[in-house]
């Protein structure tokens, strides 16, 4: 039995890009489309280790997500404007998009949530939390895989063996072709975005073994 649904992966490993941050956010707006283009409904959005970054910017990237169903991966390194966009994700309601619950305070850099506590030194408790290897130079592979779990179910991930990836160099015209996506468990019918030599300066990565 083979799922038909569709997962895009979106890596945000900064948000203080080397290019214009409207760009990047043109150009992250466009990614979304040409994932509901392809069909996509869920979306897993990796931000392990992204330490910092502009407001605005990140702000503009959750106003840009829909309510569909959103994984997003965090980890001990991930901080202010980080910290920001989780708790915008998991804070918002079953129905609604993360941009209708997007309000804090900012008070001498410290970010308030609504009810008066601090993001900052604080961070966001994620819904599940996964122990990694600290030894492994692949310690977040277990965390990307337990995403697609979330998404799929253990058994889908495990029957399905086949992927596709989307590539999309500067000057957007997109491509697809099937691939095997092993360091995911050949994600069923992920979609992979590629973003070659962009304004964003590597701001959105197809690298699912990074460590």
Known sequence: MTTTRQ?????????????D?????????ATLKS?????????IIDTLNNGRGSL??????????????IVLLVNEMCA????????????????QAPSSHLALL???????????????NNGVTPDVAITVDESSSNKYEAVRKLALKVVFGAQAVKECRRGF???APAGGHLACKPTDHQSLNAA???????????CSGGFFSSNFRRP
């Open 165 to 167: 990836r989307l590539c």
């Open 56 to 69: 605005i910017l990140g702000m503009e990237m959750a106003q840009a997500l829909s309510s569909d169903k």
């Open 21 to 29: 941050s409207a760009a990047v956010q043109k150009e992250f707006k």
């Open 80 to 95: 202010s404007m980080c910290d920001i966009l989780a708790d915008n994700v998991v804070g918002h309601e079953n129905d």
């Open 188 to 198: 069923p019918h992920a979609l992979e975005f590629v973003h070659s030599r962009s």
């Open 106 to 120: 900012q008070i001498e850099s410290l970010m308030i949530r609504k009810d008066g506590t601090y993001l900052e």
């Open 35 to 43: 994932m509901q283009m392809f069909g996509v409904e869920n979306l």
């Open 7 to 19: 997962v895009g992966y979106i890596l945000v490993d900064t948000f203080s890009p080397a290019g």
